[in-house]
């Protein structure tokens, strides 16, 4: 056997431990523990789970999520249980055969026009909170990212920008130049601020800033600005990318600025929101008019 896990609770560790983003681990540890306690209350455990056991568990786990949510947790216990069969853990991967929920929303369906998203920067619940908005647009940043932001993280350069040093997926860094306007916004946050505290500070916790809590803001913020109210903080990301393209931005700076691994995944945003189409170049007079 390949691993030293004599449990369900040691397995979960073991394949924890091999995500490289704290974020992942921490979102993918709560699915699983989620999944372990519905298998126990039915008195199972991942050796003996048959594939219906497994399917109505996810089934309980995702009650009431959106379909993204819900298509997250099938794809973490699928990768939980195939962890699990690879190393001779499980004689079988119960969920080899589940199939994960589509979501339907393609990237265009969730990028704003950049009017919309200066009507969302300024229903801002605070000027702490526009700020916020400002800088995970300009950036591009995922919300852990914006969260995770200290001062020690901000480098102020001789033109009056502000280069951030982002830790992003798979623990990997990257430089993220901010413009000159939204440099000098973040700028006057700090105050008397020590190089080691957040950035983007909680009035409630007196400490750094949930990811919850900036969701919930945006949420606000999209309902006063009359904006689709699925709106989230990775809808700052799409914006980002088509705005940016749009605008004539290379695609490789968009995928180095957003963290891309693929530049496949950064050329989605190409295609989101074409300017050409082949149905454009038809003999317009052939339709009825």
């Excluded at 921490?26 to 519905?38: G, I, Y």
């Excluded at 568990?57 to 949510?69: D, E, M, R, V």
């Excluded at 180095?256 to 989605?268: E, P």
């Amino acid at each position: 056997m390949g691993t030293k896990a004599k449990n369900d609770e040691q397995l979960v560790a073991s394949w924890v431990a091999n995500l490289n983003s704290a974020h992942s681990r921490r979102n993918f540890e709560v699915t699983a523990k989620r999944f372990l306690a519905e298998l126990e209350a039915e008195s199972l455990t991942l050796r003996i789970a048959t594939v219906e056991d497994v399917r109505d568990a996810i089934n309980a786990i995702a009650a009431g999520q959106a379909l993204a949510s819900a298509r997250q947790t099938m794809l973490r216990v699928k990768s939980l249980l195939s962890y699990g069969h690879r190393l001779g853990y499980l004689q079988f991967n119960a969920g080899a055969v589940l199939k994960a929920p589509g979501d339907n929303r393609s990237i265009a369906q969730r990028i704003i026009s950049e009017v919309e998203m200066g009507l969302l920067i300024r229903s801002a619940p605070s000027r702490r909170d526009r700020i916020i908005i400002e800088v995970g647009y300009a950036g591009g940043l995922r919300v852990s990212e914006l969260v995770a932001l200290s001062w020690s993280h901000v480098i102020v350069r001789a033109d009056g920008q502000v280069q951030l040093d982002v830790l992003g997926k798979g623990n990997k860094v990257r430089q993220v130049i901010l413009p000159e306007t939204v440099s000098r916004s973040l700028l006057s946050l700090r105050h008397d601020a020590g190089a080691n505290d957040p950035v983007f500070l909680s009035r409630k916790r007196n400490g750094r800033l949930t990811e919850r809590a900036v969701n919930f803001m945006l949420k606000r913020a999209a309902a006063e600005a009359r904006i689709d109210p699925r709106f989230s903080a990775h809808w700052l990301r799409h914006a980002h990318a088509s705005h940016a393209i749009n605008h004539g931005a290379p695609m490789p700076v968009v995928q180095a600025t957003l963290g891309h691994g693929n530049i496949a995944v950064t050329s989605g945003y190409l295609h989101a929101r074409p300017d050409d189409s082949s149905g454009l170049h038809l003999d317009k007079g052939v339709f009825l008019r």
